[in-house]
């Protein structure tokens, strides 16, 4: 009974999303014929807005009952923990579990959780781009290691990076009612996962660890289409700062 309600919810978002919003979807990569039929992972990229869901309009509907029967997300516990917001988004995603930004167990039990068949979806980021480009705490929008952490533990399958173009033009983080009749962009990358971790097989786990998130912040900063107000480039000493919370092992999704 979750399932189907689930798939109803997303089946409404759906349809609102087409509706209310114009998207365009562009593919940069090159991609198998039915690139969604062997994803294991799906990254999404340039976290701004709590009504990214919207970007479901591009999704076929069997896909969207894929989601609902294999999905295993990690969400923020401060948003799951939200009266309305989090009861939302466990209606809405059926296998959310709650990850912490403190140093515990949390991560750890999530990494667990993954079953072979599941199909993971993740905002590396952590946390919201508010529209000056940083994190609610004034910080450089970063992706963090966890997804490392995932590719670890899947061997074969596609993941597919979804860039957003942003969604402050519809809700910024702290605003209620969105915008509609608006344009929302997101370009698509398909990477085969054996092949993407291939080319990192010759570093030890840590050093693997540090250039597949430097590699997806590359993609975060040069991917992601025009239409985003804030710029994703870091400049040095934010660098400086990735490589040493990545060194760190930060694995936490905050």
Known sequence: MQKFLAFGI???VKTISHLFYWGKFQWITKTPNKPWKDAKLIVFLNHTSLYEPLFIQY???PFIWQIVKRVNVPGADTTLKR?????FWKLMLPNISSVTRKKDESWSYYLESIKPDSLIMIAPEGRMKRPNGLDKFGKPM????G??????????GGMILCLSGGLHHVQAPGEI??????????NLAYLDIKEYKQQ?????????KLKITQDLQEHLETNCPPNSPTS???????????????TAMDVRTE
């Not at 970063?142 to 290691?145: D, L, M, P, S, Y």
């Open 83 to 87: 009266p309305l917001v989090g009861k």
């Open 147 to 156: 997804v490392a952490d995932i590719l670890e533990k899947l061997d074969e």
């Open 10 to 12: 997303l089946a409404s």
């Open 177 to 186: 009612v969105p915008a509609i009749f608006k344009k929302i962009h997101m």
């Open 142 to 145: 970063t992706v963090k290691g």
């Open 59 to 61: 999704l076929s509907l």
């Open 232 to 246: 994703n480039r870091l400049n040095n000493s934010q660098n400086e700062k990735l490589q040493k919370s990545v």
């Open 200 to 208: 990192f097989s010759h570093l030890t786990p840590r050093e693997r």
